[in-house]
């Protein structure tokens, strides 16, 4: 598996179950840094992608991330260490529920590309499936967490299966987690929408909702597409 180049920093993945993959990269360059946070943490961090994207994007102090597989958090270490901001970043090996006992600074920004499939599902790749089966990290258990590590004023940033989003919604509200942004993701103007990128806070509002399509045609990608993510992709 080769190594996965944007244009401030590269992503090893050959230990990882989880590649890089459109929804991080999406989630990374959609997420609102608006409100300047000095402290970040990614959970279930994979390759560390998001971590790195919100390097690049932000001057924040602290960026932190969470993978509780073995040979992803040592392919994280070592995408850290490789980048150009290596001081700002920090690799825990734990569960987020082990992690949520024993941390106690709360974080100003969230983010999370979680595992999806509810069903269960065989690759033949056991820690694929675990990665990607919601079964290794439950959407209440990642918002219990959420709802300890985020501080007052903090937000939180996710994407997950469109299909999910109004029973997603549900759940945050039951641990006041309230929309503050929602865009849903559909691959071509004539596909079904397929992702929904949300971000939270405590404050209860009227989210901003809209629309982002992909492709116009294959490799034709949408101006709105490009402009979201130009300063990651080499070929944008």
């Not at 990128?197 to 045609?217: W, Y």
Request: aromatic fraction near 10%; include cysteine.
């Amino acid at each position: 598996m080769k190594p996965f180049k944007f244009k401030q920093f590269t992503v090893d993945q050959d230990r990882c179950a989880m590649k890089v993959g459109t929804d991080g990269v999406l989630l990374g360059a959609w997420t609102s840094l608006e409100s300047a946070p000095e402290s970040i943490l990614d959970i279930g961090a994979g390759t560390g992608l998001l971590a790195l994207m919100m390097a690049q994007r932000s001057l924040a102090d602290t960026i932190d991330a969470l993978e509780i597989d073995e040979d992803a958090y040592e392919q994280c270490v070592s995408n850290f260490e490789a980048s150009d901001w290596g001081d700002r970043l920090f690799c825990y090996h734990a569960g987020l529920d082990e992690f949520v006992e024993e941390w106690e600074d709360p974080y100003e920004l969230v983010v999370s590309n979680p595992p999806f499939y509810t069903e269960e599902v065989s690759s033949g790749n056991a820690s694929r499936d675990n990665a990607r089966q919601n079964q290794s990290l439950p959407f209440d258990e990642l918002l219990e967490g959420v709802a300890k590590l985020m501080a007052s004023e903090g937000t939180f940033a996710t994407i997950i299966p469109y299909k999910e989003e109004a029973a997603f919604l549900q759940l945050a509200d039951s641990f006041k987690l309230y929309p503050q942004r929602i865009t849903r993701v559909k691959g071509s103007p004539t596909s079904e929408i397929k992702r929904s990128l949300l971000q939270f806070t405590r404050t209860k509002s009227t989210p901003l909702t809209d629309e982002l399509t992909i492709e116009i045609g294959r490799h034709e990608y949408t101006d709105a597409y490009v402009a979201l993510t130009k300063d990651f992709y080499l070929k944008m």
